[in-house]
């Protein structure tokens, strides 16, 4: 039998990953942001300067397109809350 309450718990990862294919890479992100539907007249950007900042920093590209949201999708009994994910070089 489970406990009625859940209890929230905090979990730490550091993924180390090799972009074989930068250029892959840049385009699934630029795909992914193109397909968003953002609405850039709310926005300070525009498509064509964010476009620019993918195509010229993997780590953001890469950043931008890591879904930390699936991390435990093959876990039962665990659901996710939140997080946060960034990429960079090194």
């Keep these: 039998m489970s406990d009625p309450t859940p209890q929230v718990l ?3 990862c550091r993924v180390e990953v090799s972009v074989t294919n ?3 890479l840049t385009a699934h992100a ?3 942001l ?3 539907g ?3 007249s709310r926005e300070e950007d525009d498509l064509a300067s ?3 900042e ?3 920093d993997p780590a953001r590209a890469l950043g931008s397109v890591a879904d930390i949201s699936r991390i435990l999708d093959d876990v039962p009994g ?3 809350r939140g997080g946060a994910c960034r990429a960079e070089g090194g």
């Design 34 to 36: 193109r397909a968003a």
């Design 38 to 40: 953002v609405d850039w």
């Design 30 to 32: 630029v795909a992914q």
């Design 10 to 12: 905090q979990l730490y």
């Design 78 to 80: 665990v659901e996710f």
């Design 50 to 52: 964010a476009v620019a």
């Design 54 to 56: 993918l195509c010229g």
């Design 22 to 24: 930068p250029a892959a």
